[in-house]
């Protein structure tokens, strides 16, 4: 099944450079380009893709609306563009649900390793980039005030060995060959994990995994 894309980016020749990477993936089809926030948001309902690579700065409307928009509205899943410099959007950004992070400076084979396990509902979650994220985020006030206030008492103990598998950023299959459960059965603890913990991405759950010392 092909994977349909759209790609946002305000800079022309980055966006372009994006295009021809994932087009030339044989499973990977690129439906729309945008070079701003609001456009992402137009093409996305336009076409529907299956996933948005877009930059977490963007103009008119930034990374944060946007992603809120497209997960709100159940459009598909966002995979986020990041330096990882200081970025006030990051934080804001995974709040509003975004599937994963992937740095600009990723070679092409991760950019298309990352798409396919966005669109197969995985996420992107390399330990080091989970740990930029708390690196770059658990020390600012900001922060602090949007750290969830959580308990774990309501998970079954299988719930919290599947948490703390995704918050060592282990993959369905990963978990499953590691807790010797199918990939199904992973599927609907990860589902659950986001209903108790009122979460929206594997991100989410990773790094709460994380704050909270689980892993």
Do not use: W
């Amino acid at each position: 099944m092909t994977i349909r894309v759209l790609v946002g980016d305000d800079h022309a020749a980055v966006r372009t450079g994006l295009v021809v990477i994932l087009n030339s993936a044989p499973d990977i089809e690129v439906v729309a380009e945008a070079a701003d926030g609001a456009a992402v948001i137009s093409e996305a309902r336009i076409h529907r893709p299956d996933v948005a690579l877009m930059d977490v700065r963007m103009p008119v409307v930034n990374g944060i609306t946007a992603t809120k928009t497209l997960v709100s509205e159940s459009i598909c899943d966002v995979l986020v563009l990041t330096a990882f410099d200081v970025d006030e959007y990051v934080y804001g950004v995974l709040q509003a649900g975004a599937a994963g992070f992937l740095l600009k400076s990723a070679e092409s084979h991760r950019l298309i390793e990352a798409v396919r396990l966005v669109a197969a509902g995985e996420g992107v979650l390399a330990p080091q980039i989970t740990r930029k994220l708390i690196t770059a985020f658990a020390l600012s006030d900001g922060a602090r005030a949007h750290k969830p206030e959580v308990s774990l008492d309501d998970l079954t103990e299988r719930e919290r060995q599947v948490l703390v598998c995704v918050g060592q950023g282990l993959s369905n299959a990963q978990i499953a060959a590691k807790l010797f459960i199918g990939e199904t059965t992973v599927k609907t603890h990860v589902s659950k994990l986001f209903t108790k913990l009122d979460l929206r991405s594997r991100v989410q759950a990773a790094i709460l995994a994380q704050e909270l010392g689980v892993v």
